[in-house]
């Protein structure tokens, strides 16, 4: 997994979220994106599994999915690699 | 254009509370309208439901907020409410006191808390699904579509073996995220008809006043008057929050910045949302 491809995740979530004042510098790789991280939420959740169905070509088909996927940058980037088209 | 903007019901409650001027003077009034502790959470006198309590702490954090809006210079152009945001969207319109308001919440509040004596009612938050699947679900199971906040972002409402059935359903429709919370009353649904004559009541207790700035209503999406108030109220109570054309229409109406009232940030994500679709 690639360094690029860590960078353009933090970008995604950057650019779909909104998070003003935010540089993708930021975001730890590995820190929890929801709860005590970035503090992300279920709506938050759903506009990264459309984001990331339009940049990646890649589907989170449902919350349990998106638990494990959405933990951290990481953890995003690796679902992205194993489900690529 | 400036659009404040009055959330609902908060689910949850912070741990952190401000520690400045306006808290203080809006504890007192919790304290002495609502008889309600905002440090302790707790109740000063007569006891209402945890759902009560998270009303008047919900509204009383609106009230702040505005307050220190007001104080850094930021002023509405317009304002909007969804759901019970209408209670504290009415005192910064100047349409009521805060203290009305806070009272006015939780008698309300206490109303409404007496149909969860006899059966227990619960909301549903469907993310995921469309309209269409949505409703199918709500007529299958008796349950009734709550609040229409974006095109993948929808609040259910009814009794809660109901509301369970269809959970289960969303789920197995597809829908990416699904939870119920138990509540005192089937809010934005026909089933409130048993209070409505007893909030009416309630709401005619009160003298509003002309609305100091434009104040548009999550129904109809029209500009309330002070002789709007009490009906809007209680309308609002049998009918579901459309938040989605609400946004729509405050766009429309030249809102160009928008800032929550209170308790999180659920409003400006529904915002994002809609603002993404319509790009």
């Known amino acids: ?85 | 254009m400036n659009c404040f903007m009055f959330p609902g019901q908060p689910l949850l409650r912070s741990e952190l509370l401000p520690r400045d001027d306006d808290f203080d003077a809006i504890r007192e009034l919790a304290g002495r309208r609502a008889l309600f502790d905002l440090d302790g959470f707790s109740w000063l006198g007569e006891e209402g439901t945890e759902s009560v309590k998270l009303q008047i702490y919900g509204v009383a954090m609106s009230l702040y907020h505005a307050r220190r809006l007001r104080r850094q210079g930021i002023k509405p152009g317009l304002m909007a409410e969804h759901s019970m945001g209408i209670y504290p969207a009415m005192a910064a319109c100047g349409s009521l006191s805060e203290g009305e308001v806070l009272e006015l919440t939780f008698r309300a509040g206490c109303c409404m808390a007496q149909m969860g004596k006899s059966r227990q009612y619960a909301l549903g938050c469907v993310i995921g699904l469309t309209l269409e699947p949505l409703l199918a679900i709500a007529e299958n199971n008796e349950v009734y579509l709550a609040n229409h906040n974006t095109s993948r972002h929808f609040l259910l409402s009814g009794e809660r073996k109901n509301m369970e059935e269809a959970e289960a359903e969303a789920f197995a429709c597809g829908a990416f995220s699904v939870k119920i919370f138990p509540c005192d009353a089937p809010l934005h649904s026909p089933l409130m008809a048993e209070v409505e004559g007893e909030m009416r009541a309630i709401f005619a207790g009160y003298r509003y006043r002309e609305p100091a700035f434009p104040l548009m209503d999550h129904i109809d999406q029209d500009y309330l008057t002070a002789a709007d108030l009490q009906d809007f109220m209680a309308r609002e109570l049998l009918l579901p929050v459309y938040w989605e054309r609400t946004c729509h229409a405050l766009r429309a109406a030249g809102a160009g910045s928008f800032f929550e009232v209170g308790v999180g940030d659920s409003l400006k994500k529904y915002n994002r949302w809609i603002d993404n679709e319509a790009k």
Do not use: C
């Not at chain 1, 360094?3 to 779909?16: C, G, M, R």
């Not at chain 1, 939420?41 to 998106?66: C, H, N, R, W, Y």
């Open chain 1, 1 to 85: 997994m690639s360094e690029e491809l860590i960078d353009q995740v933090k970008q995604l979530i950057i650019d779909s979220l909104r998070i003003e004042g935010m540089n993708p510098a930021d975001i730890e790789t590995d820190a929890p994106l929801f709860g005590e991280g970035l503090g992300l939420d279920s709506i938050d959740a759903l506009q990264l599994v459309v984001a990331m169905e339009k940049d990646f070509g890649v589907v989170v088909p449902d919350a349990a999915t998106g638990s494990k996927v959405f933990q951290s940058v990481r953890s995003m980037a690796e679902y992205i690699t194993e489900h690529r088209k």
